[in-house]
């Protein structure tokens, strides 16, 4: 089994910062790509950010120059930087990992979210 645990999230004004974390645990071999994704109220969920194992990133046009994702794998652990932030922003954040057991299968794994509310 494997858990993600995340946290950071809070309420903060237009134009302030916040930095998730989250946290993997379990039986890990190896994670392949972590990600973070967001769902507001009525909307689909959406992917934010994600890394891959060797340090790439991608981002959501969106949140582009604005949120940085960060990873340090020895600590199986994920950030996401948020700068700038707006009240389009608010919603609750997941973090999802790709992750290789210890049985060496693949599977998905998701945190419990973590709510972030910007107020104008």
């Known amino acids: 089994q494997v858990q993600l645990v995340e946290s950071g999230g809070g309420l903060v004004q237009a134009g302030g910062s916040l930095r998730l974390s989250c946290a993997a645990s379990g039986s890990i071999f190896s994670i392949n790509a972590m990600a973070w994704y967001r769902q507001a109220p009525g909307k689909q969920r959406e992917l934010v950010a994600i890394?891959?194992?060797?340090?790439?990133?991608d981002y959501v046009d969106s949140v582009k120059g604005r949120f940085t994702i960060s990873r340090d794998n020895a600590k199986n652990t994920v950030y996401l930087q948020m700068n700038s932030l707006k009240p389009e922003d608010t919603a609750v954040y997941y973090c999802?990992?790709?992750?290789?057991?210890?049985?060496?299968?693949?599977?998905?794994?998701w945190g419990q979210g973590t709510q972030v509310t910007v107020s104008s």
């Open positions: 999802n990992a790709q992750v290789r057991t210890s049985d060496f299968r693949f599977s998905n794994y």
């Open positions: 890394t891959i194992g060797g340090g790439s990133a």
